[in-house]
């Protein structure tokens, strides 16, 4: 199995650095248990209906340690469509879907999302909100007889999502 | 009446009214009442912000589900997003690691987690607290002969293991539902197939929702119902794009179950907001009996 190292030559180095910082986020470690079957891909629709994406080659590049090929702009995993269908295939209880959402994160670490998530990340961390309310909402809502939207107190939000250490450092001062 | 607590959302709120507006017209009538949730905020959504940072989404989500701990409530939603990031984040916070993680972190607003609360998503509120002859009993106008296809999505489902709704192989919810209002529910060949709303290119959810489209156009199908406002939005608005791309006009309007609930309890076609969409479900037209006066949407979209 070297076809994620296929250009490589036939050695294939793990980067653990790079599984590390994958198992830190929620469920990145899950794709340890990955057994190679292919149950996952069958029922996958980006990997139907795309000929560059298979999460069981996602799966194999993260245990050989290759996932820097993942995290480039553009890459193949926002062409996963988060149907969950490999959650449900999975014998082994990977989640591959969840694997990917945390090279996501990943993503997220080094500052590289496509443009129209990066805008609507933006939009909930403004508003608390991703579809922001204004006046023709308003309208809109008054025409059905529903009351305004109940306000979010971003205050609160904005504590939450604060990375921890910034948190800790504010606490000491 | 027993009473739920309303996680409405964002897309539904301020895209959609008339969908908030359905729920809430056709839930009392099946015995269920609708508790609001001050100060909620974006579930947050399980693609965009959770590709940012599980820990962020997480606590935000249990932030939510903590407003409803607070009324003492189980909480309901009405779309499949809002259903995969609350159930989700219930089943997770069982870790109790995770739970003290996260739990860390709602100390900085004052608040705490306790998974006391469980989430429900309206059509298995409906088929679990109301039953399916609550729902047949309260239509007032049966939509006989109507053939109603079904597009499940994804959230309600699965994963199964966190959902427990439904057999996510064959399903039965959402066809017993159509059924309670008199039509016929249409299973397609491809309707397993997600929305695509997720995925950032453009060919896969095409090509996918052209697919989807050709079978339930096969099937002879008048409407595509769904029970969320992301695959709405795809098979209103994507649809254009399909049509535009493939050359096919496939005219399939989508419809929200609680609209075409609420119209087969009698609500008018024009009290129900279909005006506002690219492809119009006109085929009720037929049920309205009362046609005085109204003169609901004249011309399709194309
Ligand atoms: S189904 Fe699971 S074990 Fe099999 S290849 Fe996919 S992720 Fe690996
Ligand atoms: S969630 Fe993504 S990887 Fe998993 S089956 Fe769906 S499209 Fe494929």
């Known amino acids: ?173 | 009446m027993k009473r739920f607590a309303f996680f409405p959302g964002c897309l539904i709120p301020a895209r959609h009214p008339a969908m908030e507006f359905a729920i809430r017209h056709t839930l009392p009538r099946l015995g269920i009442e609708i508790v609001d949730l001050e100060g909620a905020s974006c579930c947050p959504d399980p693609i965009y912000f959770k590709s940012k940072d599980k820990l962020s989404w997480l606590s935000v989500a249990a932030r939510n589900l903590t407003l409803a701990e607070d009324l003492g409530l189980d909480i309901f939603t009405n779309c499949s997003g809002c259903t995969a990031t609350l159930s989700e984040t219930y089943h997770l916070l069982q870790d109790e690691a995770l739970r003290a993680r996260v739990n860390e972190r709602l100390k900085r607003i004052g608040r705490q987690y306790r998974g006391t609360s469980r989430i429900r998503h309206i059509a298995t509120l409906v088929r679990n607290e109301a039953g399916y002859d609550a729902v047949r009993e309260s239509v007032t106008r049966p939509l006989e002969g109507l053939r109603v296809a079904i597009h499940y999505g994804c959230h309600l489902l699965k994963p199964s293991r966190i959902m427990q709704v439904d057999d996510p192989n064959n399903p039965s919810v959402l066809e017993n539902l159509v059924t309670a209002l008199g039509a016929t529910p249409v299973r397609h060949r491809n309707w397993y197939l997600c929305c695509g709303k997720a995925c950032q290119t453009d060919d896969i959810p095409a090509n996918m929702m052209h697919d989807l489209l050709s079978t339930v156009n096969d099937e002879r199908a008048d409407i595509l119902c769904m029970i969320c406002p992301t695959c709405f939005g795809q098979f209103d608005h994507g649809q254009m794009k399909v049509a535009k791309r493939f050359g096919e006009d496939f005219h399939t309007a989508p419809i929200y179950y609680f609209q075409l609930l609420a119209f087969a309890q009698g609500v008018p076609y024009d009290k129900l907001g279909f005006e506002r969409q690219r492809f119009k479900p006109e085929c009720l037209l037929r049920f309205e009996t009362a046609a005085a006066g109204s003169s609901p949407s004249e011309s399709r979209t194309e």
């Open chain 1, 1 to 173: 199995m070297t076809e994620a190292a296929g250009d490589r030559g036939d050695l294939v180095r793990v980067n653990f650095d790079f599984r590390r910082e994958l198992a830190e986020k929620i469920e990145g470690d899950l794709a340890s248990f990955c057994y190679q079957c292919g149950a996952c891909v069958g029922d996958c629709p980006a990997a139907t209906y795309s000929d560059e994406f298979n999460p069981r080659e996602i799966m194999l590049k993260v245990l050989y340690g290759l996932g820097e090929e993942l995290l480039v702009k553009d890459s193949i995993l926002w062409q996963c469509t988060n149907c969950y269908n490999c959650h449900e295939r999975c014998p082994q209880e990977v989640k591959p879907v969840e694997v990917i959402i945390s090279l996501k994160n990943m993503l997220a670490d080094r500052g590289i999302y496509p443009d129209p998530v990066a805008k609507i990340i933006k939009t909930f961390e403004e508003t608390g909100r991703t579809t922001p309310l204004n006046a023709a909402v308003d309208r809109q809502r008054k025409r059905f007889g529903l009351p305004p939207m109940s306000p979010v107190p971003m205050d609160e939000i904005r504590k939450l999502i604060e990375p921890q250490d910034s948190a800790r450092e504010a606490a000491k001062e």
